[in-house]
């Protein structure tokens, strides 16, 4: 089996990479499987704690038991589709690809029943078709590759900065300034390390931010992103003081109105169509969490 790192999972140490797919390993296992040439990153043995990078490809023997992420008819809001890939509309608590402890009712899975093999596989099994990522409980648009050439193209114009995203959020206290741009540096976290935060030496990360309406304690944004880190919204708005609304991993606090975690939502889209070119602009209307949220604070 090969795995390639992409940027939803760089800055990770391999073995704690690899626990994501190898269940049946424990972390010592693990070691003792790279140690012993089982695990090689670019056919090259390496340490435990190497750190994996964009581009990697990471090489597990046959005789490791790794676990088949299984096809399951799950209904996908489907926002716009071609021969080459589609745009859904991924709900507030559905992952986005399996992991150690959730191996079914992702969006893989769903995918997989499907489209079957007509999905990319530059990212390896466990990320069929996906070209980027949407924590769990943010919902929206996100964009899948039905072959590894279309794939590719979308990479490709995502790096050069031609897709657009955009995000609605409802953020903790009232944010004074009409329009601003949050431009801190993000890396993981190093004592706590399934989080990110503001590093020094981290990756470029730039946010633009623009304030649709203010409430009483709270504050509804739209942000743009300009570049596309892990958790980057999160961190961003936390580290100026104005964490997302019930993000209680970047610091919200106790809630005054109940709902899943983070009111974050990916509600405009547009990227240059494979391979023509032409611009596709997407645009969904506000999910539950966000009408929830702003009901019951103009209320």
């Given at each position: 089996?090969?795995?390639?790192?992409?940027?939803?999972?760089?800055?990770?140490?391999?073995?704690?990479?690899?626990?994501?797919?190898?269940?049946?390993?424990?972390?010592?296992?693990?070691?003792?499987?790279?140690?012993?040439?089982?695990?090689?990153?670019?056919?090259?043995?390496?340490?435990?704690?190497?750190?994996?990078?964009?581009?990697d490809i990471v090489?597990?023997?046959?005789?490791?038991?790794?676990?088949?992420?299984?096809?399951?008819?799950?209904?996908?809001?489907?926002?716009?589709?071609?021969?080459?890939?589609l745009v859904v509309?991924?709900?507030?608590?559905?992952?986005?690809?399996?992991?150690?402890?959730?191996?079914s009712g992702t969006?893989?899975?769903?995918?997989?029943?499907?489209?079957?093999?007509?999905?990319?596989?530059?990212?390896?099994?466990?990320?069929?078709?996906?070209?980027?990522?949407?924590?769990?409980?943010?919902?929206?648009?996100?964009?899948?590759?039905?072959?590894?050439?279309?794939?590719?193209?979308?990479?490709?114009?995502?790096?050069?900065?031609?897709?657009?995203?955009?995000?609605?959020?409802?953020?903790?206290?009232?944010?004074?300034?009409?329009?601003?741009?949050?431009?801190?540096?993000?890396?993981?976290?190093?004592?706590?390390?399934?989080?990110?935060?503001?590093?020094?030496?981290?990756?470029?990360?730039?946010?633009?931010?623009?304030?649709?309406?203010?409430?009483?304690?709270?504050?509804?944004?739209?942000?743009?992103?300009?570049?596309?880190?892990?958790?980057?919204?999160?961190?961003?708005?936390?580290?100026?003081?104005?964490?997302?609304?019930?993000?209680?991993?970047?610091?919200?606090?106790?809630?005054?109105?109940?709902?899943?975690?983070?009111?974050?939502?990916?509600?405009?889209?547009?990227?240059?169509?494979?391979?023509?070119?032409?611009?596709?602009?997407?645009?969904?209307?506000?999910?539950?969490?966000?009408?929830?949220?702003?009901?019951?604070?103009?209320?």
């Open positions: 089996m090969k795995l390639i790192i992409d940027e939803l999972t760089e800055e990770k140490r391999l073995d704690a990479y690899l626990a994501e797919y190898l269940p049946d390993f424990s972390r010592s296992k693990l070691q003792g499987a790279i140690k012993s040439g089982d695990i090689k990153v670019n056919s090259k043995e390496v340490k435990p704690s190497y750190t994996v990078k964009t581009g090489e597990v023997e046959t005789s490791i038991n790794v676990p088949k992420i299984e096809p399951e008819n799950i209904p996908l809001n489907i926002v716009w589709e071609d021969e080459n890939m509309n991924k709900p507030s608590g559905m992952l986005t690809h399996p992991t150690t402890i959730e191996t969006l893989v899975n769903a995918l997989l029943y499907k489209y079957g093999e007509n999905l990319s596989d530059v990212n390896g099994d466990f990320r069929r078709g996906i070209l980027h990522r949407l924590d769990r409980n943010t919902s929206g648009l996100l964009m899948i590759a039905k072959n590894n050439e279309a794939h590719n193209y979308l990479v490709d114009k995502m790096k050069l900065g031609e897709t657009d995203k955009r995000y609605l959020a409802v953020v903790k206290g009232v944010i004074e300034q009409d329009e601003f741009v949050v431009n801190k540096p993000i890396g993981r976290n190093p004592k706590h390390p399934e989080k990110m935060c503001i590093l020094e030496g981290g990756k470029e990360s730039i946010s633009e931010v623009k304030v649709l309406e203010r409430f009483k304690e709270a504050t509804l944004i739209e942000v743009h992103l300009i570049t596309g880190r892990t958790h980057q919204i999160r961190v961003h708005l936390s580290s100026i003081g104005h964490p997302v609304y019930n993000d209680t991993l970047y610091g919200f606090g106790k809630i005054k109105v109940k709902t899943e975690e983070q009111v974050l939502q990916s509600y405009k889209l547009s990227f240059p169509k494979p391979f023509d070119g032409e611009i596709i602009q997407l645009e969904i209307p506000r999910d539950d969490k966000i009408n929830k949220v702003v009901n019951y604070l103009k209320s």
